[in-house]
Antibody, heavy 117, light 105 residues
Framework: EVKLQQSGDELVRPGASVKMSCKAS????????MHWVKQSPGQGLEWIGT????????SYNQKFKGKATLTADKSSNTAYMELSRLTSEDSAVYYC??????????WGQGASVTVSS | IQLTQSPSLLSASVGDRVTLSCKGS??????LAWYQQKLGEAPKLLIY???SLQTGIPSRFSGSGSGTDYTLTISSLHSEDLATYYC????????FGGGTKLELK
């Protein structure tokens, strides 16, 4: 069974950074790209970026360049996303999702980030 | 590519045939998928490549379309289908539509 287990919810101060994880199981981690998606409260879905773990290649939505950094650890089958210089606009639920043939076919449970002093 | 979904809110009754629309700002070349998201849950893939049903998805869901205009149809609405539905294009980068919330009339 394909499973993406995300790290827990975070409460962070404005201006700080947060790094969240997405541990994959049930498939060969390096065979698939991993996407990250943002969902602001009561809003729709925004594509943040994607990483190809096999070759550590990343692609970002222009809106999130400089905000999000995607990495992957092949030894632990885990993808990471770090968000920097956090503001209230970054408060959202963030999902990781596996890509199969350009479609996100399996999703993590989501991780909530709340930016507040 | 921008995706516009209509309507943003749809009220329907159990047993109704329901049609949701998604329009692209340019040709999507059938690289269009549909997701269902229930409250508090992650999105779930229903349809990919315009009309291919994802494994495990009931056959009452179907997709159609071409060019810039695409449709998700639920042939007979079940109560568990109440959710928000997003279209998603992967012809040029990756973009989601704004969503259609399906509620009980």
């Amino acid at each position: 069974e394909v499973k993406l287990q995300q790290s827990g919810d975070e409460l962070v101060r404005p201006g700080a950074s947060v790094k969240m994880s997405c541990k994959a199981s049930g498939y060969t981690f390096t065979d698939y790209a991993m996407h990250w998606v943002k969902q602001s409260p009561g809003q729709g879905l925004e594509w943040i970026g994607t990483i190809i773990p096999l070759i550590d290649t990343t692609s970002y939505n222009q809106k999130f360049k400089g905000k999000a950094t995607l990495t992957a650890d092949k030894s632990s089958n885990t993808a990471y996303m770090e968000l920097s210089r956090l503001t209230s606009e970054d408060s959202a639920v963030y999902y990781c999702a596996r890509e199969q043939l350009y479609v996100m076919d399996a999703w993590g449970q989501g991780a909530s980030v709340t930016v507040s002093s | 590519i921008q995706l516009t979904q209509s309507p943003s809110l749809l009220s329907a009754s159990v047993g109704d045939r329901v049609t949701l629309s998604c329009k692209g700002s340019q040709n999507i070349n059938n690289y269009l998928a549909w997701y269902q998201q229930k409250l508090g849950e992650a999105p779930k893939l229903l349809i990919y490549k315009t009309n291919s049903l994802q494994t495990g998805i009931p056959s009452r869901f179907s997709g159609s379309g071409s060019g810039t205009d695409y449709t998700l149809t639920i042939s007979s609405l079940h109560s568990e289908d109440l959710a928000t539905y997003y279209c998603y294009q992967y012809n040029n980068g990756w973009t989601f539509g704004g969503g259609t919330k399906l509620e009980l009339k």
